[in-house]
């Protein structure tokens, strides 16, 4: 075991190999509040790399609705209920990762889904956290809640899947922080589902090794985003790439969002993978649900997000989700839009801050009629 | 001292304790029955068995701290120029197929190339290679029935199109495969991964590794043969290959010459699979000399 610092748990911890951060660490951002579950992304990805035989439960994109969805079945709450604890001391996690906790014999604490728990992709679909007293009726608030948590691979900076492969056939790429499965050195002994606590490497029953999501790499190599990012049409999403802790820079918007603002938050920081999607909390969800989901910084998230609009450089970096198909390595505003630039300092995208409207009177003179808005 | 380590000495101090020798016996038989294994065959009768003691592997991670058969029963017998090993252990169930939750039964044997005593029994160590001979009860079921396709783990899975495949619905793995398009969504099986070969003709392979390090790598040159049969909660696998393959990754067999050899395991009833297997410790084991 070797001593890792993982700043999402403000400490160090145990990993079975060295810190080697890549060169660069591929990165998301999704924002909750947007996701309306369209399943765009899962299609977009699906027909894209895993409609072969033997993927037909594999989704390396899907997008499950919480609290009761899951994909694989309770991927999560199997594994909470083995973590003990999951103390934080402020931003300080004081309890047990899966590396620091493992059982006899094992190389990650982790746990193997049944073959049913692949067998429904969409349990749990809008199904809210419980049910509506006698007479409760909407008045401007939901009496209940749910929200859509689309999920791929995180491409995790100390990833389970990579620490629980006796083969070494998992590898993390030195150039994009991509984290994949040798498909020539695979021998399918599935170490890797059990380890990621995700549950985002599968098994494929035909080829008989392990698949997982590749980050979408052909692209990421021509500067465009994945597929699952820019087919989103809730534009919920934005790739691109975080920098090393203490190393984030003002103008590149997922460090903007994740390093500096801390609007966009890991998804279970607990498990110490130091996951690289970045959640942007829903604003509506019982706060304890939340901080178990994405740790201790969810209240102060969720203001920097309802603030949003009078802070300039979240607001400039939130907007360039989904307004283009390249990868916006840096941006710059001005008071009326942001732009996004490549690596090479093109610019790849220009948008308003605030969109164009125009106000009409309540009155039209001309038609002699009232006009009414219909929210 | 480390529990695992300490039960392993003991059984080796029980096995050498025995002294038994696994001998390989001079048959005078032509190639067939090496080439085309039989695990019934009658001469297999005339032989004189070795049981080798079977534990859990506790050396590595993932590990399995109890064996899922006591023991171990091997044979062996040559013709001069091939050899063959009859292995034998209880299993009450027949694993035959892996998917998310199954795992398929199997065994193996490592020879290590190094003369005896100069390798560990962990699938040899740096200098000290091993060649392994490892069958699969999956590949043997690809032989009899054809490749393991969908239809096979889910008989009523409702295909809409596979990507590749010209016309919608569910066809034949290698209807499909045949196309350039089908093999890029299988990236293993278009790659050429040893474990995905859809046109398997012999249950088994030839690996190399140099220990329990992920070294474990098939064989680019494969010489053997093999066959397994189920029956009465037990399998009986017989593995078989020249004495002298040619192949610098084999150990060359000769008749009257002494050296050893160790046996594994893997039951997947019980989840056995890669590293969580049952193995034995080194048993010696002489050729007889041909007359």
């Known amino acids: 075991m070797s001593t890792v610092h993982n700043w999402q748990l403000d400490r160090a911890m145990e990993y079975p190999y060295e810190e080697n951060r890549s060169d660069r660490q591929i990165a998301y951002v999704f924002d909750t509040n947007k996701c309306i579950a369209c399943q765009t992304c899962s299609v977009a990805c699906k027909t894209t790399w895993t409609s072969g035989k033997g993927q037909e439960e594999i989704f390396w994109n899907n997008v499950e609705t919480k609290p009761y969805g899951g994909y694989p079945q309770a991927w999560d709450i199997k594994l909470l209920q083995q973590l003990d604890g999951?103390?934080?001391?402020?931003?300080?996690?004081?309890?047990?990762?899966?590396?620091?906790?493992?059982?006899?014999?094992?190389?990650?604490?982790?746990?193997?889904p049944e073959g049913d728990d692949y067998a429904q992709v969409n349990l749990g679909e809008d199904e809210v956290a419980g049910e509506l007293d006698r007479g409760a009726h909407y008045m401007g608030t939901h009496h209940m809640w749910m929200f859509y948590l689309a999920r791929i691979c995180n491409h995790c900076t100390f990833p389970a899947c990579v620490a629980a492969c006796p083969r070494k056939a998992i590898?993390?790429?030195?150039?994009?922080?991509?984290?994949?499965?040798?498909?020539?050195?695979?021998?399918?002994?599935q170490a890797c589902v059990a380890a990621c606590p995700y549950k985002k490497v599968f098994f494929n029953a035909v080829t008989r090794v392990s698949e997982k999501c590749i980050g979408c790499f052909p692209l990421i190599e021509k500067g465009l985003q994945p597929r699952c990012v820019q087919t989103c049409i809730g534009k919920i999403r934005l790739q691109g790439f975080i920098s090393k802790p203490g190393e984030a820079r003002e103008d590149n918007p997922i460090d903007q969002l994740v390093h500096i603002k801390k609007i966009a938050?890991?998804?279970?920081?607990?498990?110490?993978?130091?996951?690289?999607?970045?959640?942007?909390?829903?604003?509506?969800v019982p706060l304890n649900f939340l901080q178990q989901m994405f740790g201790p910084g969810v209240e102060a998230a969720i203001a920097a997000y309802r603030n949003a609009a009078n802070d300039r450089a979240a607001l400039a970096a939130m907007l360039l989700f989904g307004n283009s198909p390249r990868i916006t390595t840096r941006y710059a505003y001005t008071e009326e839009e942001t732009i996004g630039y490549d690596d090479a300092g093109e610019e790849v995208v220009r948008v308003p801050l605030t969109e164009p409207y125009m106000v009409?009177?309540?009155?039209?003179?001309?038609?002699?009629?009232?006009?009414?808005?219909t929210p | 001292m480390h529990l695992p380590l300490l039960l392993l000495f003991g059984l080796v101090a029980a096995a050498s304790a025995r002294g038994q020798t696994l001998s390989a016996h001079y048959v005078p038989l032509d190639a067939a029955p090496f080439e085309r294994p039989d695990p019934d065959a009658p001469f297999w009768a005339e032989t004189e068995p070795v049981a080798a003691p079977l534990m859990g592997q506790a050396i590595t991670t993932p590990s399995k701290f109890s064996p899922e058969a006591p023991l171990?029963?091997?044979?062996?017998?040559?013709?001069?120029?091939?050899?063959?090993?009859?292995?034998?252990?209880?299993?009450?169930?027949?694993?035959?197929?892996?998917?998310?939750?199954?795992?398929?039964?199997?065994?193996?044997?490592?020879?290590?190339?190094a003369p005896k005593g100069a390798t560990s029994?962990?699938?040899?160590?740096p200098g000290a290679p091993m060649e392994i001979l490892?069958?699969?009860?999956?590949?043997?079921?690809?032989?009899?029935?054809?490749?393991?396709?969908?239809?096979?783990?889910?008989?009523?899975?409702?295909i809409a199109q596979y990507h590749g495949s010209p016309t919608s619905g569910d066809h034949p793995l290698r209807e499909v495969m045949a196309s350039e398009e089908a093999r890029l969504a299988s990236p293993a099986i278009r790659l050429g991964n040893p474990v995905s070969q859809i046109t398997r003709t012999v249950p088994a392979e030839q690996l190399a590794a140099v220990g329990f390090t992920g070294s474990l790598t098939t064989q680019k040159q494969q010489d053997i043969r093999a066959w397994g049969r189920h029956a009465d909660g037990k399998w009986a696998v017989v593995l078989a290959r020249p004495l002298n393959t040619g192949d610098p990754q084999d150990k060359v067999l000769e008749p009257g010459m002494e050296h050893e050899l160790n046996f594994a395991v893997w039951n997947g009833a019980a989840g056995d699979?890669?590293?969580?297997?049952s193995y034995s410790m080194l048993v010696p084991f002489k050729l007889e000399a041909a007359p």
């Open chain 1, 86 to 112: 999951q103390k934080w001391d402020g931003s300080r996690y004081e309890g047990k990762t899966v590396f620091e906790n493992v059982p006899p014999g094992e190389r990650v604490l982790g746990h193997k």
């Open chain 1, 171 to 189: 590898y993390k790429r030195r150039e994009d922080g991509i984290v994949l499965v040798d498909q020539t050195r695979c021998r399918g002994y």
């Open chain 1, 265 to 284: 938050l890991p998804l279970y920081p607990q498990y110490g993978t130091e996951p690289n999607v970045y959640y942007v909390p829903p604003v509506h």
């Open chain 1, 360 to 373: 009409r009177a309540a009155y039209d003179a001309r038609f002699k009629a009232y006009r009414y808005n």
């Open chain 2, 72 to 113: 171990i029963e091997a044979r062996a017998v040559h013709n001069g120029a091939w050899i063959a090993f009859r292995l034998e252990w209880a299993d009450d169930t027949k694993n035959e197929r892996v998917n998310k939750d199954e795992y398929t039964d199997g065994a193996a044997l490592a020879l290590p190339l």
């Open chain 2, 121 to 125: 029994p962990f699938m040899g160590g």
């Open chain 2, 134 to 158: 490892h069958w699969k009860a999956v590949w043997q079921r690809d032989v009899e029935h054809g490749y393991a396709d969908v239809t096979d783990t889910h008989p009523n899975a409702a």
């Open chain 2, 273 to 277: 699979v890669g590293a969580r297997k």
